[in-house]
């Protein structure tokens, strides 16, 4: 119980703990400059890329293939290398990813399964690019007796990039009203008919999300596709690809800058790839936000 | 009666919408204030006003001066962490942090520099005897606060705000969210601290009202209708308004 | 009652089946990453033996004038340095741009942050060891006056940047995860908002702040491309300012010319299943430590 004491009289403001206005002070400046530090690293790394890159940009670099004879660089065989392994990648974990998806929203019934795809899912996102190498090294080239290139390194972003379209398509297929698929199995309709009139076509900004995000992995990817895809320079076409030693614009860079060391060649694909990458970006937010509304 | 704060012409806007309209008000010292009136008729904003919790509020604007202390709480000087140190707030939903029952107490007096283990095991104790909780958590003063039941929350509560050694206590709603038993034992520990504290309390429930307050005010719509001894209110309201809220005819 | 046709059951079936194989495929991949992995990798560990495979400091698979020897201890040494200096560095700056973005950044600001961060998350590793070379590594030579600048520390400072957007992204969502009634109680008792968001707001959020690290630790053992090119390549025992290797770059570097089938290449895949067991462990441990708190 409360003792009977004297009334405690209203006491006068304190001047200020020194110590404890320092500490405020502290920890706000902490917080800003830590903020302003990773804009500042963001505008020095795109700024200084550019600075570096965009003066070798020559129409020349950008159509031609490199040749000893003719003393001269150009990365086209890079650039429609990374074209080739989105193709590839993309044609099948886009299938793929989705089918998974709907069968973990729409399909399964056995919860033990469920869960265990998804923590299969949630596994290939924790593993290093540089063990996909290896796996994709292990089981593509020499298990299946795939040779280096377009299809070997394809098919090992598949498994790196399967968990993306896995959860992006699920959360977008989570978003469709269930009043939707009620309304269209009472009229009669069956599942799938349900699924591919009803929730997919209002899945389709979620799906396209995960399709963007993933390519921007692929375009990003490099340590997967050292020994799976290749380092080499030559244009070829979509089917010699395949199956040929085929370095993307990635695996170029690393190979021009530190093995030929041009670095000015290597800058300019990095102005390249921070470009695709901003684009990238940028699309993907607008996906997102259209998703959103 | 001694008057521990005294609002004048106290306004309040959210954006455009203005919420309080000239409130004037003296607020008696060691007495329970009940702020009664209907849903979002201001209540619980005019307590807000009293610590300056609306500043938190964006777009929030205030004119006005309440004076406490012999200072108006609202001048541009003050030093706001001070101020909620001597005007404590209790919310409707118990919010122990989810920290042992212990540090939940020293919380306010360590954020206001005092380290001293002694001390702090001191106003520690003192401030759960002072809420009526000391024998029930005595023995588990490291264990969690979120093991507590909804009433011992609120209990909690309240000595945490009584351990910074507050002059007010402003309770908002306290009892809205608990059990009957829960209520009365918070509504005897309010009768209790009116000794040492001033209590200025919104309610819901005008029953409880009359049960403990000493004096109560009347808002409807963002005006101060009335303000007088709860005994008065009750048995002859002044305002045609009270008369009808009382008697159930709105509210 | 009109019943359903043996076909459209079959359909109906066939589909659901469909659906099934392409989720068992992601299991799939898991499995036989992780068993081929271990295929590859055990030969070399056999022959080597493990004691000396792990333990030994040595790494010289080519060697012609005396016994090869596979003692990978400094790769080992290098990641779990090279991690752990990043992720002293960056959890901090990290947590401290969370607390920023989540409470106290005014909204624009807030939208620009939230936008660098996103762009360095999306640039690829080989820009970020491109620039590293081209800066770090001459700046660090300099400063500290060697022959090569490439050492750990250049490697440190990359992974730094790179494990940030990680550990800002997570924080921030457990942060702002905090209830504000947690936040307006401070208040009231006469905290400021600086010491309410470091003395409520953070432990309150301590869980996912967890994760928040335990996603910086596993980006920044698996990191290869950012490094490689920054960090020297040259198998010591790690030191700040010497030139280093660690478990990926190793294998990224000597696979392209190991010859295939030999016992270098099979150390290569050996190093990798160590890397992989490494990962997996840490997971685990870290996600009972964080598990087991949160239903403390």
Redesign the interface.
Known sequence: MVENVAVSQPVAQPTGFSKRKLWNQGAKALIWGSAILTCVLLAFLIGYIFYRGVPYLSWELLTSQSSYVKKTIGILPNLMNTLYIILVAMVIVLPLGTGAAIYLTEYATNKKLVKLIEFASEALTGIPSIIFGLAGLVLFSEMFGLKQGILAGGLTLVMMVLPVIIRTTQESLKTVPNAYREGSLAMGASKWHMVRTVVLPNAVDGIVTGCILSIGRIVGESAALLFTAGFGLVLNDFFTALESSSATLTVALYVYASERGETNVAFAIAVILMTLTLILNFSANYAAKKLKN | MDTIMEVKDLNLWYGDHHALHDINVDIP??QITALIGPSGCGKSTFLKTL?R?ND?VENVKITGNII????NIYAPK??V??????I??V?Q?P?????SIYDNIA??PR???ITSKVKLDNIVEKSL??A?IWDEVKDRLNTSALGMSGGQQQRL?IA??LA??P?ILLMDESTSALDPISTGKIEELAV??K??YTVVMVTHNMQQAVRISDYCAFFLLGDLVEFSKTEEMFSMPKDRRTEDYITGRFG | MKNKTKWQELTEKGINAVFMLCGIVAVGFVLCITVHLVIAGLPAIMKIGLPTFLFGTTWQPTATTTEPSFGILPFILTSIYGTAGAVLIGVPIGLLTAIFLAKAAPPKFAKLIHTAVELLAGIPSVVYGLVGMIILVPGIQRAFDLPSGATLLAAIIVLTIMILPSIINVSETALRAVPREYEEASMALGATEMETFFRVSVPAAKSGIAAAVVLGVGRAIGEAMAIIMVSGNVANLPGLLTSVRFMTTAIASEMAYAAAGSLQQQALFSIGLVLFLFIMMINVFLNVFVKGRRTA
């Open positions: 010292k060691n610590n919790m938190l406490y202390n012999n200072e003050v030093d962490t001070w101020l909620r140190k001597r404590g707030m919310f939903k919010n122990p942090f989810p920290m919380y306010g954020t206001h520099g005897k002072d009526a509560c945490r705000a910074v050694e002059d209790e601290l000794k040492k």
